[in-house]
């Protein structure tokens, strides 16, 4: 009989921009297919594929609302779409109106942007920006769950907007507010106020 060994599950915590540095990170990021993707991943909690996947008929500007199509598990949600979205992605039609069906085509391509591309450039902008956080696309949906939950959001919604099965993928974020820390660093300084 076979045995099959188990692969362990990694336990390490993910990485979290703050606001600023988020802000700072998608200004860097030059190439407008990308920067759009990115500014999708980080102000709708999209994963990386399902942000290059986009196609303008999944913005729906009448709800305020993104339907990603084929999440993980082929699962479809729908996620608020921030104003400021909206107008960054009038104006980046405006100016590269896409030829082919997906919002942020590859250049030459009937395709959408390959995901490495997006990596690549999220790279070259972290490099520039000097922020010493080993941030990756996965990043920016992170970064806007412990936002969210800083911003006092349940997480049963969190974990409806993320598309996460189950609420414990969702828990990690819990520890990694301002709000959890800022509670845990009053609680030990009153504890150590005495010694």
């Known amino acids: 009989m076979l045995s099959l060994a188990r692969v362990k599950k990694s336990n390490r915590l993910p990485v979290i921009l703050s606001r600023e ?8 990021i030059r190439r407008p297919q990308a920067r759009m993707s990115c500014v999708m991943m980080y102000s709708c909690g999209l994963r990386i594929s399902e942000a290059t996947r986009l196609k303008p008929a999944d913005i729906d500007s009448q709800r305020m609302v993104v339907c990603v199509r084929h999440g993980k598990g082929d699962k479809d949600r729908t996620v608020p779409l921030p104003r400021r979205t909206l107008e960054l992605l009038r104006a980046y039609w405006v100016e590269h109106r896409p030829a082919n069906s997906w919002l942020f085509p590859a250049q030459g391509t009937p395709n959408p942007i390959r995901t490495k591309a997006v990596a690549t450039c999220l790279k070259t902008a972290l490099h520039e920006s000097g922020i010493k956080k080993p941030a990756t696309c996965h990043t920016f949906r ?3 769950a412990t936002h969210l939950l800083e911003a006092r959001q349940s ?6 907007l993320l598309g ?18 800022e509670q845990v660093h009053k609680t030990i300084n009153n504890l150590m106020a005495d010694l």
Do not use: D, N
């Open 21 to 28: 540095e988020a802000r700072h990170l998608l200004s860097l």
């Open 142 to 144: 992170h970064s806007y």
């Open 155 to 160: 997480l049963r919604t969190i974990q409806a």
């Open 164 to 181: 996460h099965r189950a609420l414990k993928s969702t828990m990690v974020y819990v520890p990694l507010t301002a709000a959890t820390m």
